[in-house]
């Protein structure tokens, strides 16, 4: 058996930082999502950056509401995090979950016990 040289470790090091670096690409920036709820068709708009495993941004909802991402966590593809949402004068949590493509952001969330809508977000080219 051979040793593991210092040579094979630094490289798996430096691999995995290129792999974290293009994970953090691939998901930091501005994502888009059509809501339809009845009649009505909306826009929400992610902004967010991912350091490590953390996500930090904001989400905006069709009615103009912008909230802060909190506790935001991305392992593997698996995306979670909260807002804090104004609700009939008061405030409401709102719990975010989904899977996370190069390509599309699909979420759904939950609230009180219920369920709302999932949303497919797809990244804004600029």
Not at 1 to 8: E, G, V
Not at 15 to 31: D, I, P
Not at 95 to 119: A, P, W
Request: no cysteine.
């Amino acid at each position: 058996m051979y040793p593991i040289s210092k040579i094979a470790i630094r490289l798996a090091i430096v691999f995995m930082t290129v792999l974290a670096f293009a994970q953090e690409n691939e998901f930091t920036g501005r994502w888009q999502a059509t809501l339809n709820k009845g009649d009505r068709t909306g826009t929400a708009i992610m902004d967010v950056t991912l350091s490590g495993t953390q996500v930090t941004g904001t989400l905006s909802d069709p009615s103009g509401q912008i909230w802060q991402i909190e506790n935001g966590r991305l392992e593997g593809n698996q995306l979670a995090f909260d807002v804090t949402a104004r609700e009939h004068g008061g405030k409401k949590k709102i719990h975010f979950f989904g899977e996370v493509t190069t390509d599309v952001i699909t979420l759904q969330n939950e609230s009180r016990g219920k369920q709302g809508q999932t949303m497919s977000f797809h990244r804004i080219k600029h």
